[in-house]
């Protein structure tokens, strides 16, 4: 399956709400998202989320599998931290960039389950940070527009040499 790579006009486009959730446009949608992520992170050896405008769609919906899949349709944040923290992010649609971001701590998210459930969601450090990450793509956002600090874009090629020198 193909993921939409930095330069694809998709990848800036602001998402619309999914309006019915028995649609079967929908579901369609989320077994692409499924499967892409699973043969991605095959090939790549990285990969724990993966948003509807990766993969063509601009339905807002993700998918994210950090231990336990999860899909979340019209996700929104209810609540964010005031404490953040950085870390060097990676994404499928970059696949050779490292990024330095700051992402809140914890956030809460409510969100609509396949089952049509209203459900709300909160998350902390890894899964607080993937879950911003996939959300930033439904707004049309991608890491770089939130890179931190000096010096904050490596090629993954040069990160691994550098980190293999210390």
Known sequence: MRVALLGD???????RPVANIEDEELHALVSRLQCTLYDVREKLGFGR????PQVGSDLQVIFVDAGEPMTLINPT????????F???DDCLSLPSLLVRVRRHCRISIGFTDLEGEQRTLQAEADLSELLQHEMDHLDGRLILDRAHGENPVYLREEWKRQSADR
């Not at 006009?9 to 998402?15: E, F, K, S, T």
Request: charged residues 25%.
């Open 77 to 84: 944040i209810l609540s964010r931290s005031d404490e953040t």
């Open 9 to 15: 006009p998709i990848l800036r486009q602001r998402c």
């Open 86 to 88: 950085e870390l060097w």
């Open 49 to 52: 989320g993966i948003a509807a």
